[in-house]
């Protein structure tokens, strides 16, 4: 059969009508923000949130604010804003928060794919092999990490309630975007009164607005994901090499169509030294902005009891979303970091109470190590000694 006229050249070329003709020179993104809408929205139009719920929100934030700041000794910017959004908007945010971190992981990856597919198509072996196949090279590393990190987006706006689903940092200046179709849900789902679980809401996300508004945290955290995704895609580099080395245009039209069967692979994280650091800086972060939230709740809302055990629920309950996406940037978010997380506020809350458990917050080199997560005795003494240096990731 002549090469023009084979399935998989014509499969290749479709491919990179739709690739070359997107917007901006970031294939990537372009297809990550249709498949996270899709997803987040199940192909349904979404009506903008209620004006009465930017009022109600609002009316909590001055209370909410002081709390926090009195728990964690930040100030609160005064011109810090909430804003309701869909589901669809807070996916789009999501990625939009994302892209600087992945951006810097893009080229290389999309070069180390571009190499290793050339010289398959070099390969007098292969002869059989389209020459579209290497076009189609430069644009396939970009192209998977877009579907992944799409998907990923759009299954954790289905949960999220606000900016801090993931304990990553978020764009300096970004207003706190709540979804309040998923407070509504949560609120339903454990028959708590919705003023009080978008007053919990919003303080943790004014916990997270804390933590990360502190540019050393934010800086140690991005240097340790930085690390954790380099380890992270190396699984990836194996699902491109799975789909080209057998050059069977059927197996990869079958795996492009399938972005979730793709994203089963990178799930488990990885064993690595990077991601072990990341996972313990984040979950004790996640674990002390639960900790804000609920110390909150203790004291404004009716039944704080329920309201803390419905929330662990939801933590240690796996969603899609974020074990797509933490399996994506190395972070380990199963129910056992989340328990290890709260160990830890326990016991630092038992050495020191409120006053040591707020220096968490001091900087990047305050964040606990892997070993140290587990042992906070030892993480309050290094974190007393002067002048230290920030901890090898």
Known sequence: MDDAQSPFDGLLGDLLKILGGQAGGAPWFESARALAVGVATEGEA???????????????LDVASRHVEDITGQRMPATLEVLPVTRGVWAVAQLDAWKPTIDT?????????????????QDPENSGVPPLFGQFANLLGPMLLGLQFGSAA????????????????????????????????????????????????????????????NSSISERVTELLMAAMTDAL?????????????GDPEAL???????????????????????SNLTAAT??????????????????????SLLKEAWHRHRVTDGKGEQAAG????????????????????GVLERQGEDGLA?????????????????????????ALPELDSPEG
């Open 46 to 60: 979404e009506s903008n949130p209620d004006p009465l719920e930017r009022i109600a929100y609002e009316q909590l």
């Open 105 to 121: 992981v893009v080229d290389a990856q999309a070069q180390a794919t571009g190499a290793s597919l050339a010289q398959l198509t």
């Open 154 to 213: 759009g299954h954790l706006a289905e949960r999220a309630l606000g900016n801090y689903a993931l304990p990553l940092p978020w764009p300096r200046g970004a207003s706190i975007s709540i979804v309040p179709k998923n407070v509504a849900a949560f609120a339903d789902d454990w028959s708590l009164a919705i003023d009080e679980v978008r007053l919990f809401a919003l303080t943790r996300e004014l916990a997270g607005h804390a933590a990360f508004s």
């Open 234 to 246: 190396a699984s990836q580099a194996q699902i491109i090499e799975k789909m080209t080395s057998s």
């Open 253 to 275: 039209s079958a795996m492009l169509s399938d972005p979730d069967a793709m994203l089963s692979e990178l799930v488990t994280p990885g064993a690595h030294a990077s991601s």
């Open 283 to 304: 979950t004790a972060l996640a674990a002390y902005i639960d900790h804000v939230a609920n110390a909150v709740a203790q004291k404004l809302t009716s039944n704080p």
């Open 327 to 346: 399996a994506l940037f190395g972070l380990d978010l199963s129910a056992k970091e989340v328990e290890r997380g709260q160990l830890f506020i326990s």
């Open 359 to 383: 220096l968490l917050l001091r900087g990047g080199d305050t964040l606990p190590t892997a070993a140290e997560l587990d042992a906070p005795g030892l993480w309050l003494e290094r974190i």
